[in-house]
């Protein structure tokens, strides 16, 4: 973040959002009601850049989902994108960098993230729109007590239904309950501990032990160098330090968006009991691989 036209900040948004704007129009030109999808993280200005963006869309008046009271998990945004039918999303995230980035994830009606040829396509929208339009860039008056009809908060809609979508995922609540293992969770200064708190419900598991100190969304991240999971043992020390104390057998991490996950386990080869395995993408993805096998084997 910063200024000028090669960094993240007010203006860059703006014309970011007029060139996906007008795309949009043109592509959806012979359908109405069009609506888009927006949410934002805990970074620095991530608010204030998802509501100079929604305030674009409501005054060309295409409907806005704007989860403005809450900071939402990346996940959210293309769940909503199709629950909703809205034709685009946007999620203002740097993910996992450093404290000093912003970003802005565009999904398309299919809920995934754009790719070629139709990023091509709305950059150079992009680039046929760079002027601020006149009376609407900064134009935050849609937010004043008389709100625009275009815009709506799908919060309690939303977390309703990814949970109850969620609940269907879980076929042996009753293992859940009684497991006797413990789990520690990080959500690594971002966004994940109320949605981690609520799968954990939702999946009957005993509540997780929390990471105190990383447990609240921090734009400066007053913990970590990097808050990316992935980055091992130098981001999960304080998860691993509460492990220790508890005795928990499995830390579990999201980055600072929740849309990406660690998994560490116990090392019970060693005889300290304080030995840790974190487990590459390439090992959860044979796990994952390994569940979907064998749920289909058995409800086959």
């Known amino acids: 973040m910063g200024s000028g036209f090669a960094l993240m900040n007010e203006l860059t948004v703006i014309q970011a959002t007029q060139g996906l704007l007008r795309h949009l129009q043109t592509t959806f030109q012979n ?44 996940p959210f945004i293309p769940f909503s994108v199709k629950q909703l039918k809205a034709k685009a999303g946007i999620m203002v995230t740097a993910s996992h960098n450093p404290k000093d980035d912003n970003g802005y994830k565009v999904y398309w009606q299919n809920g995934a993230q754009i790719v070629s040829p139709l990023d091509v396509q709305i950059a150079q929208s992009i680039e046929n729109n760079l002027q601020p339009w006149k009376d609407k860039a900064w134009n935050l008056n849609v937010f004043n007590d008389n709100k625009s009809k275009f815009i709506s908060d799908p919060i309690d809609q939303i977390k309703n239904l990814y949970f109850e979508h969620l609940s269907k995922q879980c076929y042996f609540p009753e293992i859940n309950r009684s497991t006797p293992l413990k789990f520690v969770y990080t ?62 057998q499995f830390i579990i991490a999201n980055d600072p968006d929740a849309d990406r996950f660690a998994l560490a386990e116990r090392d019970t080869t060693q005889q300290s009991q304080t030995g840790w395995n974190i487990l590459s993408g390439n090992q959860l993805g044979a796990l994952l691989g390994n569940i979907l096998l064998f749920f289909s084997f058995i409800f086959s």
Do not use: C, M, W
């Open 31 to 74: 359908e109405k009601d069009l609506s888009v999808v927006i949410g934002f993280d805990g970074r620095h200005n991530s608010k204030q850049f998802a509501r100079l963006a929604a305030s674009l869309f409501a005054q060309e008046q295409i409907h806005v989902y704007l989860f403005e009271s809450t900071t939402v998990p990346t």
């Open 187 to 248: 959500p690594v200064h971002g966004v994940g501990q109320p949605y981690a708190e609520k799968a954990f419900q939702v999946f009957q598991f005993q509540p997780f032990i929390s990471v105190e100190q990383q447990k609240y969304a921090d734009p400066e991240f007053s913990t970590v160098k990097y808050p990316n999971p992935e980055e091992g043992k130098e981001t999960l020390e304080l998860a691993i330090q509460t492990a220790n104390q508890h005795n928990a």
